[in-house]
């Protein structure tokens, strides 16, 4: 599966949408890019999903870039019970694993 | 709809003593994963079963893990004998079908290991 970068951290107003950057450059045609989030003290938390359109839903938006190499995990409206840390996942159909790397720290600021 | 059940929630052990954890998916979910979680770390993979069999246990230190699924629904996995390295969170997840592109894992809330 291919690898994914992410910014250690980030920092957003509350309110103001956040707008969560992942690069995977190497992504193979079969390749599909999820995001989870971890609240501190909990498991994973499923948010989002997509192959090459965008993909909303009522937790965020992703926008995937129309070469496939990078995406963005967009919150449109923060709340403080955002913060947490985002992973950006590239699996491909059928995959078995589901890899996490360090992922981004997003901290949402009242 | 019950999430994920994992107990216990914490533990402290000693180094070279055994411990076990416990996981009960969510009622349906064919496929149960056990991941551990070193601290400032994302999750790694342990083991994955499928009903009650091993899909993948390639990352499993079998030397002193093991893990069961024996009746495809409740799971436990065992450290004997824990080292220190060891001390991690251990999480447990869930999905209904394994494989597909809208397959979405549950996860439990985990079980903090501490060895001394």
């Known amino acids: 599966d291919a690898k994914t970068t992410q910014p250690p951290s980030m920092d957003c107003a509350e309110g103001r949408a956040a707008n969560l950057p992942c690069n995977h450059s190497?992504?193979?045609?079969?390749?599909?890019v999820y995001w989870y989030r971890q609240i501190h003290s909990q498991g994973p938390q499923y948010i989002i999903h997509?192959?090459?359109n965008n993909e909303t839903n009522e937790m965020a938006s992703l926008i995937i870039t129309e070469d496939r190499k990078s995406s963005t995990l967009i919150l449109p409206h923060a709340t403080l019970r955002d913060t947490a840390v985002y992973y950006c996942?590239?699996?491909?159909?059928?995959?078995?694993?589901?890899?996490f790397g360090a992922g981004t720290i997003l901290r949402v600021k009242s | 709809e019950a999430g994920v059940a994992q107990s216990p929630r914490y533990k402290i052990i000693e180094k070279r003593q055994s411990v076990a954890f416990w996981c009960n998916p969510i009622?349906?979910?064919?496929?149960l994963y056990w991941y551990q979680q070193i601290l400032g770390q994302g999750p790694k993979l342990l083991i994955q079963?499928?009903?009650?069999?091993?899909?993948?246990d390639s990352q499993l230190p079998k030397d002193r893990f093991s893990a069961e699924r024996l009746k495809g629904v409740d799971s436990t996995l065992k450290i004997q004998p824990a080292k220190l390295e060891d001390s991690a969170v251990y999480l447990c997840?869930?999905?209904?079908?394994?494989?597909?592109?809208?397959?979405?894992?549950?996860f439990g809330s985990g079980t903090q290991l501490s060895v001394l």
């Open positions: 190497t992504i193979s045609g079969n390749e599909y």
């Open positions: 997509g192959l090459k």
């Open positions: 997840a869930s999905s209904l079908v394994q494989g597909i592109a809208d397959e979405k894992l549950f």
């Open positions: 009622s349906g979910h064919a496929t």
């Open positions: 996942i590239v699996r491909a159909y059928g995959g078995n694993k589901l890899v």
């Open positions: 079963f499928q009903n009650n069999g091993v899909v993948d």
